[in-house]
């Protein structure tokens, strides 16, 4: 059999199992994948997932068909040949077509990345100055939360409530929020897991990152940067509530937390205090 009935064999075995397999992978298993659906910004990262199956799955098939393909076709049936093969000289056509197919590729995949980050950052920590803001929401301006990390717990200030820190995280639903993530002590990140959220938490630092809230759901939030002894201990379940709900909440947290809010330095983005002996 002539090269090019190999080629059109393994071709059109890497056509049927693409044409089976790639449906199946976007329609079924991408959609599933973490983080899932809690915010807009989570949704955006499945439909990256799902476009990054869609391009991988014919890829992975088109190397394992002709890996299973050349296994059975050009092993050695005569045991008594000789081990090693005839020599391999290349071929400029293959060569070109995979540079060109290759290339273009990583051409899409760079600039399909580059216009989702810009379209709502993604959930991802952008530093004090971010290029991703989201423009003119639908839900009004966002509402600034501040994520204090520190050795081993966050907290929650609202500087539009008048800079209560609060020990839990409550956020209305359909709202952009506007995370300014830092830390008083050592590196920490902040992750809140549904909801598509990963940002550093340094000293010093206003890390800002934004999400977009869905309907009402509880979410993980985890630090995931080793950050001391404890460091596996330091978690906690938020919650995205109704604007009712939310409203009640932060109005009870306020009355609660009066008296410390009263003690606490005036609200800033570099929410720095003075440094106290921690352990770790």
């Not at 991408?30 to 997932?49: C, H, R």
Request: hydrophobic share 40%.
């Amino acid at each position: 059999m002539s090269s090019r009935e190999h080629f059109r064999r393994v071709t059109l075995i890497w056509l049927a199992c693409s044409v089976v397999a790639t449906p199946l992978v976007v329609i079924f298993f991408a959609p599933i994948v973490p983080p899932g659906q809690g915010s807009v910004q989570a949704s955006g990262q499945v439909l990256d997932d799902t476009v990054l199956f869609g391009l991988s799955t014919p890829i992975a098939l088109a190397v394992l068909v002709f890996f299973l393909y050349a296994l059975v076709s050009f092993r050695e049936r005569d045991p008594a040949a000789v081990l090693e093969g005839p020599a391999v000289r290349g071929h400029s056509g293959v060569q070109i077509w995979w540079i060109a197919v290759t290339g273009a590729i990583v051409l899409f995949l760079a600039g399909y990345g580059s216009y989702r980050l810009l379209i709502d950052g993604s959930g991802g920590g952008q530093g004090p100055n971010p290029i991703a803001a989201p423009g003119n929401p639908k839900s009004g301006p966002p509402l600034q939360v501040q994520v204090i990390a520190q050795q081993w717990e966050f907290t929650y200030r609202f500087p539009s409530y008048g800079g209560v820190e609060t020990a839990h995280l409550e956020l209305p639903a359909h709202r952009l929020i506007e995370f300014h993530v830092t830390s008083l002590d050592v590196i920490h990140s902040f992750w809140a897991y549904q909801l598509g959220v990963k940002a550093d938490a340094n000293p010093s630092v206003d890390n800002i990152a934004y999400v977009e809230t869905r309907g009402p759901r509880s979410f993980d939030i985890h630090c995931v940067e080793l950050c001391g002894v404890w460091h596996g201990y330091m978690f906690d379940t938020g919650h995205v509530v109704s604007d009712s709900q939310f409203t009640s909440w932060i109005t009870q947290q306020r009355q609660r937390f009066a008296p410390i809010t009263k003690s606490l330095d005036p609200y800033a983005k570099q929410y720095f205090p003075d440094p106290q002996r921690r352990g770790g």
